[in-house]
């Protein structure tokens, strides 16, 4: 792990119901399957696009629903897989168009971040 927020420098992440395997290191590119790997967009527009969401915990999706998600209409269409690693997995497959992660965050745990 590298820094304050122990960002990994080497991950590997299996989706079993896809045979695949993710694998990344840090400054050293992507492979899938252990072929090198380049991610792929899905170029839909957002309105078109399903967009996974994860909301860290239920106090979280209190607060997120009274202020926070204004933005959901704008999209085709929302999941949730109560897993940050299959959606971000998704979206390097270009299967999933993004990712929206709240309350997953270093060093503030409301953070959000897009994938």
């Known amino acids: ?3 304050a927020c122990k960002i990994p420098i080497a991950a ?4 079993p119901i896809d045979g695949a395997r993710l ?4 400054s050293r590119g992507a492979t899938l399957n ?4 380049t991610s792929k967009s899905p170029r839909k527009r957002l309105d078109e696009s399903t967009v996974g ?4 915990n239920p106090d979280l999706w209190r607060v997120m629903l009274r202020a926070g998600l204004e933005w959901i209409p704008s999209i085709g269409n ?3 897989y ?3 690693a299959y ?22 745990p409301l953070s959000v971040h897009l994938a």
Do not use: N
């Open 1 to 3: 792990v590298d820094g």
């Open 12 to 15: 590997e992440l299996m989706l």
């Open 23 to 26: 694998s990344a290191i840090k």
């Open 34 to 37: 252990g072929e090198p790997f």
């Open 53 to 56: 969401l994860e909301i860290g």
């Open 78 to 80: 929302i999941t949730a």
């Open 82 to 84: 109560s897993s940050a």
């Open 87 to 108: 959606p971000i997995g998704q979206v390097c497959l270009g299967r999933l168009s993004g990712v929206v992660l709240c309350g997953r965050g270093c060093p503030d």
